[in-house]
């Protein structure tokens, strides 16, 4: 099943709170707000139309002025698949599209390829929610608890696997490949429906990564194996290395 045929809709969720970067989606990279790059890099990626959904004002009216769609949400709204549901629910009424791609924010600098690459899983009918993991090659970041480790069962010289967990933990042991996972999702409608409804699961609590909801309720999450890991912006030194990157 390709792309098309899923009717995929990409939502980049978008609010002007964060602690270490005050003002996130508007901080300017090389003369345009951080939001309106990966906005463009979305549209780049053709699979479907682009919408930013956000937790503020003045975010919609960047949006605006730079030719995009946006809408506002519910600015309380505890995460950020919260708030793709909301804006989901506003934008397509007549349940259109089948597979809902959420783009974080903050990846001025992801490849729209990339972003194709998250509806592979979904070709498979049993997935719910597809996601994205590459191999570390650097030892340090298996022992980094800011680089969350998926545990996926990918078959030798095959792309696809199936996630048996997350964590921010050095996982699995033994000898074999650590893989990073990038946290960019596809749900089909329905598992994003049911997954904004779940409460907070257990070990999601404890490792503060929300799609260990989704596994301990028994959904499925596939992962697609790509090269490079999209450079997130969540510190000055971050948002340093995008400049320096989409600088002419």
């Known amino acids: 099943m390709s ?5 995929p809709i990409i939502i980049i969720p978008a609010r002007m709170a964060s602690t270490r970067l005050p003002g996130k989606p508007l901080i300017d990279i090389c003369g345009e707000p951080m939001i309106i790059h990966v906005l463009r890099q979305a549209e780049r990626a053709d699979i479907g139309p682009v919408y930013v959904a956000a937790g ?41 599209h089948d597979v809902v791609i959420n783009v974080q924010g903050d990846l001025p600098t992801i490849a729209p390829g990339i972003i194709r690459s998250v509806v592979t899983p979904l070709a498979n009918k049993n997935v719910d929610i597809a996601t994205l ?10 022992n980094d608890p800011n680089a969350v480790k998926a545990v996926a069962a990918i078959p030798k010289d095959e792309k696809i696997g199936r996630a048996l967990l997350f964590s921010r933990a050095a996982v699995p042991w033994g000898h074999g490949e650590f893989y990073h996972h990038i946290g ?14 779940l409460p907070q699961g257990i070990l999601e609590k404890r490792e503060n990564l929300e799609q260990l ?13 790509v090269d490079t890991i999209p450079d997130g912006v969540d510190t000055p030194a971050d948002l340093e290395r995008a400049r320096d990157r989409i600088a002419p």
């Open 3 to 7: 792309a098309v045929n899923m009717n």
């Open 56 to 96: 503020d004002q003045e975010i919609v009216e960047v949006v605006g002025q730079a030719g995009g769609k946006a809408l506002m949400t519910d600015p309380d709204l505890p995460s950020g698949s919260d708030r793709v549901f909301q804006a989901l629910s506003i934008i397509d009424k007549a349940n259109y």
């Open 133 to 142: 993991v590459a191999e570390i090659v650097d030892v340090r970041e298996r």
């Open 184 to 197: 960019l999702y596809a749900f089909r409608r329905a598992a994003l429906e049911s997954f904004v409804s």
């Open 213 to 225: 909801r989704a596994l301990e309720a028994g959904m499925r999450i596939d992962v697609a194996l």
